[in-house]
Protein backbone atom coordinates (compact mmCIF):
# COMPACT_ATOMS: atom_id res chain seq x y z
CA UNK A 1 0.00 0.00 0.00
CA UNK A 2 1.15 3.49 -0.96
CA UNK A 3 1.74 5.69 1.96
CA UNK A 4 1.34 9.16 1.34
CA UNK A 5 2.03 12.17 3.65
CA UNK A 6 0.26 15.27 2.58
CA UNK A 7 -1.26 18.46 3.82
CA UNK A 8 -5.06 18.34 3.04
CA UNK A 9 -5.46 22.00 1.80
CA UNK A 10 -2.40 21.76 0.25
CA UNK A 11 -3.13 22.01 -3.74
CA UNK A 12 0.37 19.63 -4.41
CA UNK A 13 -1.00 17.09 -2.47
CA UNK A 14 -4.67 17.31 -3.64
CA UNK A 15 -3.76 16.25 -7.30
CA UNK A 16 -2.70 13.01 -5.80
CA UNK A 17 -5.97 12.78 -4.01
CA UNK A 18 -7.46 13.66 -7.38
CA UNK A 19 -5.39 11.43 -9.52
CA UNK A 20 -6.00 8.45 -7.46
CA UNK A 21 -9.42 9.23 -7.35
CA UNK A 22 -9.58 9.08 -11.08
CA UNK A 23 -8.03 5.80 -10.96
CA UNK A 24 -10.24 4.06 -8.95
CA UNK A 25 -8.05 3.68 -5.67
CA UNK A 26 -10.06 4.18 -2.78
CA UNK A 27 -8.27 6.19 0.61
CA UNK A 28 -7.75 3.59 3.38
CA UNK A 29 -8.11 0.60 0.86
CA UNK A 30 -5.72 1.16 -1.40
CA UNK A 31 -3.34 3.96 -0.03
CA UNK A 32 -3.15 5.96 3.34
CA UNK A 33 -2.63 9.45 4.19
CA UNK A 34 -0.93 10.56 7.09
CA UNK A 35 -1.42 14.28 7.54
CA UNK A 36 1.69 16.78 7.73
CA UNK A 37 0.53 19.96 8.45
CA UNK A 38 3.77 21.60 6.50
CA UNK A 39 1.78 25.11 7.50
CA UNK A 40 3.12 24.28 11.43
CA UNK A 41 6.73 22.95 11.06
CA UNK A 42 5.63 18.82 10.79
CA UNK A 43 7.79 18.40 7.17
CA UNK A 44 10.96 20.19 9.46
CA UNK A 45 10.40 17.35 11.96
CA UNK A 46 13.93 15.12 12.02
CA UNK A 47 12.46 12.11 11.26
CA UNK A 48 10.43 14.20 8.07
CA UNK A 49 13.84 15.45 7.03
CA UNK A 50 15.86 12.28 6.78
CA UNK A 51 13.08 10.77 4.41
CA UNK A 52 12.98 14.05 2.55
CA UNK A 53 15.87 16.71 3.18
CA UNK A 54 14.22 19.13 0.94
CA UNK A 55 10.99 19.34 3.52
CA UNK A 56 8.10 19.44 1.33
CA UNK A 57 4.87 17.49 0.97
CA UNK A 58 3.57 15.77 -1.04
CA UNK A 59 5.88 12.54 -0.04
CA UNK A 60 4.88 8.79 -0.98
CA UNK A 61 6.88 5.72 0.70
CA UNK A 62 6.18 2.18 -0.22
CA UNK A 63 6.34 -0.60 1.73
CA UNK A 64 9.44 -1.60 1.20
CA UNK A 65 10.76 1.88 2.04
CA UNK A 66 11.62 3.61 -0.83
CA UNK A 67 10.42 7.35 -1.13
CA UNK A 68 9.45 10.17 -3.97
CA UNK A 69 9.23 13.49 -3.56
CA UNK A 70 7.70 16.42 -5.71
CA UNK A 71 3.94 16.18 -6.54
CA UNK A 72 4.16 16.36 -10.32
CA UNK A 73 6.88 13.34 -10.60
CA UNK A 74 4.54 11.75 -8.38
CA UNK A 75 1.63 11.86 -10.60
CA UNK A 76 4.03 11.04 -14.12
CA UNK A 77 4.73 7.57 -12.10
CA UNK A 78 1.15 7.42 -10.71
CA UNK A 79 -0.19 7.73 -14.16
CA UNK A 80 2.24 5.28 -16.12
CA UNK A 81 0.37 3.24 -17.79
CA UNK A 82 -3.08 5.05 -17.16
CA UNK A 83 -4.60 6.78 -20.04
CA UNK A 84 -3.42 9.67 -18.23
CA UNK A 85 -0.30 10.37 -19.54
CA UNK A 86 -0.60 9.33 -22.95
CA UNK A 87 1.13 9.97 -26.57
CA UNK A 88 4.34 9.42 -28.41
CA UNK A 89 7.83 11.11 -26.25
CA UNK A 90 6.79 14.79 -28.01
CA UNK A 91 2.96 14.49 -26.37
CA UNK A 92 4.41 13.36 -23.28
CA UNK A 93 6.93 16.38 -23.62
CA UNK A 94 4.20 18.52 -23.90
CA UNK A 95 2.36 17.62 -20.80
CA UNK A 96 5.81 17.41 -18.65
CA UNK A 97 6.03 21.45 -19.80
CA UNK A 98 2.95 22.30 -18.90
CA UNK A 99 4.02 20.70 -15.28
CA UNK A 100 7.09 22.57 -15.23
CA UNK A 101 5.37 25.49 -16.33
CA UNK A 102 2.65 24.91 -13.48
CA UNK A 103 5.52 24.73 -10.47
CA UNK A 104 7.79 27.39 -12.37
CA UNK A 105 5.43 30.51 -13.51
CA UNK A 106 1.94 29.28 -11.68
CA UNK A 107 2.65 27.55 -8.33
CA UNK A 108 4.96 30.56 -7.48
CA UNK A 109 2.69 33.35 -7.58
CA UNK A 110 -0.93 31.82 -7.44
CA UNK A 111 -0.34 29.27 -4.33
CA UNK A 112 2.07 31.37 -2.33
CA UNK A 113 -0.34 34.45 -2.59
CA UNK A 114 -3.22 32.12 -1.37
CA UNK A 115 -0.81 30.86 1.20
CA UNK A 116 -0.09 34.17 2.31
CA UNK A 117 -3.97 35.28 2.28
CA UNK A 118 -4.96 32.44 4.79
CA UNK A 119 -1.95 31.13 6.31
CA UNK A 120 0.10 34.28 8.11
CA UNK A 121 -1.80 36.60 10.32
CA UNK A 122 -3.69 39.47 9.33
CA UNK A 123 -0.66 41.77 9.78
CA UNK A 124 2.04 39.91 8.06
CA UNK A 125 4.99 41.69 6.58
CA UNK A 126 4.50 39.04 3.60
CA UNK A 127 1.24 40.22 2.66
CA UNK A 128 3.79 43.42 1.12
CA UNK A 129 4.42 40.75 -1.55
CA UNK A 130 0.92 40.31 -2.86
CA UNK A 131 0.65 42.81 -5.41
CA UNK A 132 3.51 41.49 -7.44
CA UNK A 133 2.77 37.98 -6.47
CA UNK A 134 -0.78 38.67 -8.36
CA UNK A 135 0.68 40.49 -11.32
CA UNK A 136 2.66 37.20 -11.99
CA UNK A 137 -0.04 34.93 -11.14
CA UNK A 138 -2.24 36.71 -13.61
CA UNK A 139 0.75 36.18 -16.37
CA UNK A 140 0.44 32.52 -16.07
CA UNK A 141 -3.65 32.35 -15.89
CA UNK A 142 -3.42 34.55 -19.45
CA UNK A 143 -1.04 31.92 -20.50
CA UNK A 144 -3.61 28.94 -19.45
CA UNK A 145 -6.56 31.45 -21.23
CA UNK A 146 -4.85 31.41 -24.73
CA UNK A 147 -3.94 27.78 -24.83
CA UNK A 148 -7.66 26.66 -23.66
CA UNK A 149 -8.90 29.25 -26.33
CA UNK A 150 -7.86 26.28 -28.78
CA UNK A 151 -7.46 23.37 -26.81
CA UNK A 152 -9.37 21.41 -24.81
CA UNK A 153 -6.84 19.97 -22.80
CA UNK A 154 -3.03 20.73 -21.08
CA UNK A 155 -2.04 16.83 -21.59
CA UNK A 156 -2.13 15.96 -25.23
CA UNK A 157 -5.58 15.70 -26.71
CA UNK A 158 -6.73 14.07 -23.27
CA UNK A 159 -7.54 15.25 -19.81
CA UNK A 160 -4.39 13.97 -17.60
CA UNK A 161 -1.84 14.59 -15.11
CA UNK A 162 -0.87 18.46 -17.06
CA UNK A 163 -4.60 19.19 -16.10
CA UNK A 164 -4.69 18.23 -12.57
CA UNK A 165 -1.37 19.99 -11.82
CA UNK A 166 -2.49 23.08 -13.15
CA UNK A 167 -6.17 22.43 -11.47
CA UNK A 168 -4.51 21.83 -8.50
CA UNK A 169 -4.22 25.94 -7.41
CA UNK A 170 -6.27 26.91 -10.05
CA UNK A 171 -9.28 25.83 -8.82
CA UNK A 172 -8.98 27.65 -5.15
CA UNK A 173 -7.11 31.22 -7.14
CA UNK A 174 -9.50 33.10 -5.70
CA UNK A 175 -8.10 32.32 -1.79
CA UNK A 176 -5.72 34.16 -3.24
CA UNK A 177 -7.82 37.00 -4.14
CA UNK A 178 -7.62 36.09 -7.51
CA UNK A 179 -10.43 37.04 -10.12
CA UNK A 180 -11.28 34.59 -13.18
CA UNK A 181 -14.04 37.02 -14.28
CA UNK A 182 -11.73 37.58 -17.52
CA UNK A 183 -10.92 34.26 -17.97
CA UNK A 184 -13.70 32.12 -19.36
CA UNK A 185 -11.71 29.67 -21.29
CA UNK A 186 -10.03 28.98 -17.72
CA UNK A 187 -13.41 28.63 -16.24
CA UNK A 188 -14.82 26.22 -18.61
CA UNK A 189 -12.10 23.64 -18.29
CA UNK A 190 -12.00 23.61 -14.42
CA UNK A 191 -15.96 22.91 -14.99
CA UNK A 192 -14.50 20.31 -17.34
CA UNK A 193 -12.16 18.94 -14.54
CA UNK A 194 -14.84 18.88 -12.44
CA UNK A 195 -16.61 16.26 -14.33
CA UNK A 196 -14.20 13.99 -14.80
CA UNK A 197 -15.19 10.03 -13.62
CA UNK A 198 -13.85 9.61 -10.68
CA UNK A 199 -13.20 13.52 -9.50
CA UNK A 200 -11.99 14.06 -5.69
CA UNK A 201 -13.10 17.32 -4.14
CA UNK A 202 -10.83 19.20 -2.13
CA UNK A 203 -11.67 18.39 1.36
CA UNK A 204 -13.27 21.99 3.40
CA UNK A 205 -10.36 24.42 4.92
CA UNK A 206 -10.08 25.17 8.20
CA UNK A 207 -12.29 28.11 9.87
CA UNK A 208 -9.25 29.75 11.18
CA UNK A 209 -8.27 29.83 7.40
CA UNK A 210 -11.16 30.57 6.24
CA UNK A 211 -11.55 33.51 8.32
CA UNK A 212 -8.12 34.86 7.40
CA UNK A 213 -8.94 34.77 3.89
CA UNK A 214 -12.22 36.51 3.76
CA UNK A 215 -10.27 39.25 5.96
CA UNK A 216 -7.84 39.18 2.86
CA UNK A 217 -11.00 40.18 0.64
CA UNK B 1 16.89 20.33 -38.64
CA UNK B 2 15.81 21.48 -35.05
CA UNK B 3 16.00 25.72 -34.29
CA UNK B 4 16.72 26.41 -30.68
CA UNK B 5 15.72 29.64 -29.74
CA UNK B 6 18.23 30.71 -26.16
CA UNK B 7 20.42 33.10 -24.55
CA UNK B 8 23.94 31.83 -24.23
CA UNK B 9 24.77 32.80 -20.45
CA UNK B 10 21.58 31.11 -19.37
CA UNK B 11 21.70 27.68 -17.43
CA UNK B 12 18.53 26.48 -18.81
CA UNK B 13 19.65 27.61 -22.65
CA UNK B 14 23.06 26.14 -21.87
CA UNK B 15 21.38 22.43 -21.11
CA UNK B 16 20.01 21.77 -24.43
CA UNK B 17 24.41 22.73 -25.48
CA UNK B 18 25.39 20.38 -22.95
CA UNK B 19 23.15 17.40 -23.80
CA UNK B 20 22.98 17.82 -27.39
CA UNK B 21 26.74 17.35 -27.04
CA UNK B 22 26.53 14.34 -25.53
CA UNK B 23 24.58 13.11 -27.97
CA UNK B 24 27.30 13.84 -30.53
CA UNK B 25 24.52 16.52 -32.13
CA UNK B 26 26.78 19.29 -33.73
CA UNK B 27 25.92 23.43 -33.83
CA UNK B 28 24.72 24.22 -37.46
CA UNK B 29 25.04 20.70 -38.87
CA UNK B 30 22.32 18.95 -36.91
CA UNK B 31 20.50 22.10 -35.19
CA UNK B 32 20.75 26.18 -35.53
CA UNK B 33 21.11 28.22 -32.66
CA UNK B 34 18.95 31.68 -32.35
CA UNK B 35 20.42 33.88 -29.83
CA UNK B 36 17.59 35.26 -28.12
CA UNK B 37 18.28 37.88 -25.39
CA UNK B 38 15.94 37.36 -22.73
CA UNK B 39 17.75 40.31 -20.77
CA UNK B 40 17.14 42.71 -23.10
CA UNK B 41 13.54 42.27 -24.14
CA UNK B 42 13.38 39.69 -27.00
CA UNK B 43 11.27 37.04 -25.38
CA UNK B 44 8.97 39.55 -25.27
CA UNK B 45 8.75 40.69 -29.01
CA UNK B 46 5.24 40.29 -30.00
CA UNK B 47 6.72 37.68 -32.88
CA UNK B 48 7.91 35.75 -30.02
CA UNK B 49 5.10 35.68 -27.58
CA UNK B 50 3.36 34.39 -30.75
CA UNK B 51 4.88 31.31 -30.49
CA UNK B 52 5.33 31.18 -26.32
CA UNK B 53 3.34 33.33 -24.45
CA UNK B 54 5.02 32.78 -21.53
CA UNK B 55 7.59 34.73 -22.67
CA UNK B 56 10.80 32.79 -21.41
CA UNK B 57 13.88 30.72 -23.61
CA UNK B 58 14.81 28.29 -24.45
CA UNK B 59 11.95 27.64 -26.71
CA UNK B 60 12.81 24.81 -29.73
CA UNK B 61 10.92 24.76 -33.10
CA UNK B 62 10.83 21.65 -35.83
CA UNK B 63 10.85 22.06 -39.23
CA UNK B 64 7.36 21.85 -39.41
CA UNK B 65 6.75 24.75 -37.16
CA UNK B 66 5.93 22.47 -34.05
CA UNK B 67 7.22 24.56 -31.24
CA UNK B 68 7.82 23.24 -27.41
CA UNK B 69 9.19 25.41 -24.37
CA UNK B 70 10.58 24.62 -20.52
CA UNK B 71 14.37 23.08 -20.35
CA UNK B 72 13.42 20.38 -18.48
CA UNK B 73 10.75 19.13 -20.79
CA UNK B 74 12.91 19.61 -23.87
CA UNK B 75 15.68 17.75 -22.33
CA UNK B 76 13.25 14.98 -22.00
CA UNK B 77 11.80 14.88 -25.33
CA UNK B 78 15.90 14.99 -26.63
CA UNK B 79 16.60 12.08 -24.03
CA UNK B 80 14.10 9.89 -25.02
CA UNK B 81 14.90 6.17 -25.96
CA UNK B 82 19.44 7.09 -24.80
CA UNK B 83 21.02 6.75 -22.61
CA UNK B 84 20.65 10.12 -20.53
CA UNK B 85 16.87 8.95 -19.66
CA UNK B 86 17.09 5.23 -18.55
CA UNK B 87 15.27 3.49 -15.82
CA UNK B 88 12.04 1.88 -15.15
CA UNK B 89 8.96 4.05 -14.90
CA UNK B 90 10.36 4.67 -10.51
CA UNK B 91 13.43 5.54 -11.99
CA UNK B 92 12.21 7.79 -14.78
CA UNK B 93 9.84 9.60 -12.23
CA UNK B 94 12.81 9.96 -9.49
CA UNK B 95 14.98 11.32 -12.53
CA UNK B 96 11.81 14.20 -12.91
CA UNK B 97 11.38 14.12 -9.10
CA UNK B 98 15.66 15.98 -9.16
CA UNK B 99 14.11 18.25 -12.54
CA UNK B 100 10.90 19.54 -10.58
CA UNK B 101 13.24 20.37 -7.56
CA UNK B 102 15.57 22.03 -9.85
CA UNK B 103 13.02 23.92 -11.58
CA UNK B 104 11.36 25.03 -7.71
CA UNK B 105 13.64 25.00 -5.04
CA UNK B 106 16.53 25.59 -7.00
CA UNK B 107 16.88 27.90 -9.83
CA UNK B 108 15.04 30.46 -8.60
CA UNK B 109 17.15 31.16 -6.28
CA UNK B 110 20.70 30.32 -7.50
CA UNK B 111 19.86 31.45 -10.73
CA UNK B 112 17.79 34.67 -9.92
CA UNK B 113 20.77 35.77 -7.49
CA UNK B 114 23.27 35.33 -10.68
CA UNK B 115 21.05 37.22 -12.83
CA UNK B 116 20.71 40.19 -10.12
CA UNK B 117 24.66 39.83 -9.57
CA UNK B 118 25.51 40.13 -13.63
CA UNK B 119 22.49 41.62 -14.98
CA UNK B 120 21.46 44.17 -13.31
CA UNK B 121 22.88 47.80 -12.19
CA UNK B 122 25.32 47.74 -9.37
CA UNK B 123 22.31 50.00 -7.71
CA UNK B 124 19.62 47.86 -8.43
CA UNK B 125 16.73 47.83 -6.15
CA UNK B 126 16.54 44.00 -6.24
CA UNK B 127 20.14 43.61 -5.06
CA UNK B 128 18.40 43.55 -1.01
CA UNK B 129 16.83 40.31 -2.18
CA UNK B 130 20.33 38.41 -2.64
CA UNK B 131 21.06 37.62 1.11
CA UNK B 132 17.11 35.90 1.27
CA UNK B 133 18.01 34.43 -2.27
CA UNK B 134 21.33 32.74 -0.87
CA UNK B 135 20.09 31.20 2.26
CA UNK B 136 17.46 29.46 0.22
CA UNK B 137 20.00 28.43 -2.68
CA UNK B 138 22.11 27.17 0.41
CA UNK B 139 19.31 24.85 1.10
CA UNK B 140 19.71 23.72 -2.18
CA UNK B 141 23.06 23.33 -2.47
CA UNK B 142 22.48 21.03 1.01
CA UNK B 143 19.84 18.70 -0.44
CA UNK B 144 22.41 18.02 -2.83
CA UNK B 145 24.99 17.21 -0.53
CA UNK B 146 23.45 15.17 0.96
CA UNK B 147 22.18 13.00 -2.00
CA UNK B 148 25.48 12.77 -3.30
CA UNK B 149 26.80 11.54 0.20
CA UNK B 150 25.62 8.01 -1.04
CA UNK B 151 24.91 8.50 -5.29
CA UNK B 152 27.18 9.46 -7.79
CA UNK B 153 24.25 10.76 -10.07
CA UNK B 154 20.67 12.24 -9.62
CA UNK B 155 19.61 10.76 -13.22
CA UNK B 156 18.92 7.27 -11.91
CA UNK B 157 22.11 5.34 -11.45
CA UNK B 158 23.58 6.71 -14.23
CA UNK B 159 24.64 10.65 -15.59
CA UNK B 160 21.69 11.73 -17.36
CA UNK B 161 18.89 14.50 -17.78
CA UNK B 162 18.29 15.41 -14.03
CA UNK B 163 22.57 15.84 -14.09
CA UNK B 164 22.21 18.34 -17.12
CA UNK B 165 19.35 20.31 -15.47
CA UNK B 166 21.00 20.84 -12.28
CA UNK B 167 24.52 21.11 -13.91
CA UNK B 168 22.83 24.37 -15.73
CA UNK B 169 23.25 26.80 -12.90
CA UNK B 170 25.39 25.01 -9.97
CA UNK B 171 28.18 25.27 -11.90
CA UNK B 172 28.32 29.03 -12.35
CA UNK B 173 26.94 29.32 -8.89
CA UNK B 174 29.70 31.06 -7.76
CA UNK B 175 28.61 34.20 -10.05
CA UNK B 176 25.55 34.82 -7.47
CA UNK B 177 27.90 34.55 -4.98
CA UNK B 178 27.55 31.64 -3.46
CA UNK B 179 30.99 29.37 -2.01
CA UNK B 180 30.99 25.93 -2.37
CA UNK B 181 33.66 25.06 -0.47
CA UNK B 182 31.51 23.39 2.41
CA UNK B 183 29.90 21.22 -0.40
CA UNK B 184 32.91 18.91 -1.50
CA UNK B 185 30.35 16.12 -2.86
CA UNK B 186 28.67 19.47 -5.21
CA UNK B 187 32.13 19.60 -6.46
CA UNK B 188 33.28 16.59 -7.11
CA UNK B 189 29.80 15.62 -9.02
CA UNK B 190 30.68 18.92 -11.25
CA UNK B 191 34.22 17.27 -12.28
CA UNK B 192 32.84 14.37 -13.10
CA UNK B 193 30.36 16.15 -15.34
CA UNK B 194 32.77 17.80 -16.76
CA UNK B 195 34.42 14.54 -17.51
CA UNK B 196 31.46 12.91 -19.72
CA UNK B 197 32.11 12.13 -23.43
CA UNK B 198 30.90 15.13 -25.15
CA UNK B 199 30.77 17.70 -22.59
CA UNK B 200 30.36 21.61 -23.91
CA UNK B 201 31.43 24.00 -21.99
CA UNK B 202 29.19 27.32 -21.35
CA UNK B 203 30.50 30.06 -23.50
CA UNK B 204 31.95 33.55 -21.29
CA UNK B 205 29.55 35.98 -20.83
CA UNK B 206 30.17 39.43 -21.76
CA UNK B 207 32.39 41.66 -20.26
CA UNK B 208 29.68 43.92 -18.70
CA UNK B 209 28.02 41.32 -16.99
CA UNK B 210 31.86 39.98 -16.03
CA UNK B 211 32.46 43.50 -14.50
CA UNK B 212 29.25 43.54 -12.54
CA UNK B 213 29.48 39.97 -10.86
CA UNK B 214 33.22 40.96 -9.94
CA UNK B 215 31.74 44.17 -8.41
CA UNK B 216 29.00 42.14 -6.60
CA UNK B 217 31.71 40.07 -4.25
Chains 1, 2 share one sequence.
Not at 126 to 134: E, G, M, T
Not at 137 to 152: F, I, R, S
Not at 170 to 179: P, V
Request: glycine share 8%; with cysteine; charged share 20%.
Amino acid sequence: MITIYGYSPSGNCHKLHMLLGHLGRRLDRDYRWIETDSAHGATHAPEYLAKNPNGKVPMIELDDGRVMVESNAILCWLAEGTSYFTGDAWQRAQTLAWMFFEQYSHEPYIAIARFICGWTPADSPRRADLPKLRERGYQALAVMEKHLATNPWFSSKDYGIADIALFGYTHCAADGGFDLGAHPAVRDWLARVRAQPGFVRMPPIADENMALIAQSR
